[in-house]
């Protein structure tokens, strides 16, 4: 992969939940959202060097809303290119 060749890149995979169910649990579902996407790259040639899972639970939510629309935006995991130094 393009990623695969680039020395100078790591990969940040950052889990989040919506804010129902306890902190406790979100926490846990997030690492387990963003560990399902590293294994699925590392799944498929991606080193696991070049990957960093962090998760957040409800800490960073992506609205403030209380809709299903809304709490289905905060259930998500970003992918955040980083440049080596």
Do not use: C, P, W
Not at 16 to 26: A, L, P, Q
Not at 46 to 64: C, I, P, Q, R
């Amino acid at each position: 992969s393009t990623m695969g060749s680039r020395q100078d890149l790591t990969v940040e995979l950052r889990g989040h939940t919506d804010v129902r169910g306890t902190e406790g649990f979100n926490n846990d579902l997030s690492a387990r959202r963003a560990k399902a996407v590293m294994k699925y790259l590392t799944d498929n040639r991606m080193s696991k060097s070049k990957l960093n899972v962090l998760y957040f639970g409800e800490k960073e939510l992506a609205t403030s809303g209380t809709s299903s629309s809304e709490h289905q935006k905060n259930r998500r995991v970003e992918i955040v290119y980083k440049r080596s130094n």
